[in-house]
Structures are given as structure tokens and as C-alpha cells.
């Protein structure tokens, strides 16, 4: 099932804007040399040639050697195998997966549960439907989770829980994942409803989220969006 990440509205606030970090602050941005745009490296994937010659993604920007940056969305990916990009971008014969684009894709998943994994741990997720339901009334929820197969009328009375107690805020639902996901992540058998609170591996949890939305959906800008549409075409 493709990631979703949908939120509930309440008031007319809208989700938060970063601040202007000064005169001199400057975001790092890269080429992408499918679409020939350049973007915020936040809404590219950097690939390098493993020891044996092969293509492999590096989410984190870290493994060493000459990288080529793509742009984080699974159609970009594939067009960058089908149209022999990476030969071009290393200016030498590399060996590229044909699918590469699932490979990418199942990194990122696993980095999401692994953030997810780590969050638990640190008592940041309140798991099931009856502790979810009590940190909503008592804590600092920054996201639900709930499962991609699981009931809608449990997601419905505890997004109610949650309008209830606040007209100000956005709470951003996570439900792409599956129950079996979930309780190998979090370690306890048939998590269907959960919610996370504020932390810092909460935040890497939906950092790393929204990064494996726009991989799949292709929305991480309207610029980005309309650059990849126009290669294709």
C-alpha cells in the first residue's frame, strides 16, 4: 500500500512553517541529473558505485566516493535506470540494478521502522487502542499511527479524542504501514492504533515518514513534480 500521511484539520491553523534562520543561513542543494533541476538535498537521494560496481542508494549521504543525486521519488528513479543516468553522471560504464527503484524504497521503509523501533524503546509510543486513547487526553501527541488494514471507526474515535481536546493544531496520521509492521517494530503482537509523542527519535520517525510519502507518491514540491513529468514526457 502506498504511504499516506493525512492530517486532521482543526481551526484554520496550518502545519508549521520553518523560520527564516538568518541573512546568511543557506540550504545545501544538488543536481538532479534525471530532471537537471537543482533542489534542496532534503528531497534528493545521493548514489554512489559500491566496491563491486553497482549502484547503490546512500539515504544518508555519508558512504564515500563520487555521488550522483536523484530526485526522491520512485518515478524518477526509474527513469534514471531506464535512460542510462548513472553511466552519465559517474562519466563511466557502472552496473545498475533494474530494481533499483524497489531497493531504494525498501531501505527507506526499513529506516522508517527502524526509527519507529527506536522511538518505542524510548517510551514514545503509547501502543494500542487504549493507550493511545489515554495519551491523547494526558500527553504530547505529535502523531497517530494506525494500521494500514485496521478498523476506520478506531481511527475515527481517536482522531475525535483529538479534536476535542485542541482547535489549534494538526495532527499528522501515519497509516501506511501494517498491523505485522508495527509489532515487529514496536515488539507486541497486534498493534493496530498507536500514538507517538514528542521526542527527538519521534521526529526522525516522521522525518523519515514523509521522505518515504514523497518517494512514493512523488510529492515533495510542485517544482520537483512538474520537472519530473516533463522527462517523462
Known amino acids: 500500500m502506498l504511504a499516506e500521511a493525512r492530517h486532521i ?32 538535498v532534503a528531497e534528493l537521494i545521493r548514489f554512489v558505485v559500491g566496491p563491486d560496481g ?50 531504494t524504497e525498501a531501505l527507506l521503509e526499513r529506516g522508517v521502522l527502524d526509527a519507529l523501533a527506536i522511538a518505542g524503546k524510548a517510551g514514545l509510543v503509547a501502543a494500542g487502542f487504549g493507550k493511545a486513547a489515554s495519551a ?27 479534536r476535542r481536546r485542541t482547535a489549534e493544531k494538526t495532527l499528522p496520521m501515519i497509516e501506511f504501514l501494517t498491523s505485522a509492521q508495527l509489532d515487529l517494530a514496536l515488539g507486541r503482537p497486534n498493534v493496530i ?24 507518491t512523488g510529492g515533495a514540491s510542485d517544482r520537483g513534480n512538474k520537472a519530473v513529468k516533463a522527462a517523462v514526457q
Open 9 to 40: 484539520e482543526t481551526g484554520v491553523a496550518q502545519p508549521g512553517v520553518e523560520l527564516d534562520a538568518g541573512p546568511h543561513a543557506r540550504t545545501p542543494e544538488r543536481l538532479c541529473v534525471v530532471t537537471r533541476t537543482t533542489r534542496p
Open 54 to 103: 553497482e549502484v547503490v542508494p546512500d539515504l544518508k549521504g555519508k558512504l564515500p566516493g563520487r555521488g550522483v543525486w536523484i530526485t526522491a521519488a520512485r518515478e524518477t528513479v526509474e527513469l534514471a535506470v531506464k535512460r542510462h543516468a548513472f553511466a552519465r553522471g559517474f562519466k563511466r560504464d557502472v552496473r545498475v540494478p533494474a530494481d533499483l527503484a524497489l531497493r
Open 136 to 162: 491523547l487526553e494526558r500527553d504530547e501527541v505529535v502523531a497517530l499511527l494506525h494500521a494500514a488494514e485496521g478498523s476506520a471507526d478506531g481511527a475515527r474515535k481517536l482522531e475525535a479524542l483529538w
Open 193 to 216: 492504533h498507536a500514538a507517538l509523542l514528542a521526542g527527538s527519535a519521534s521526529d526522525t520517525f516522521l522525518s523519515r515518514s514523509r521522505r518515504l510519502e514523497q518517494f512514493r
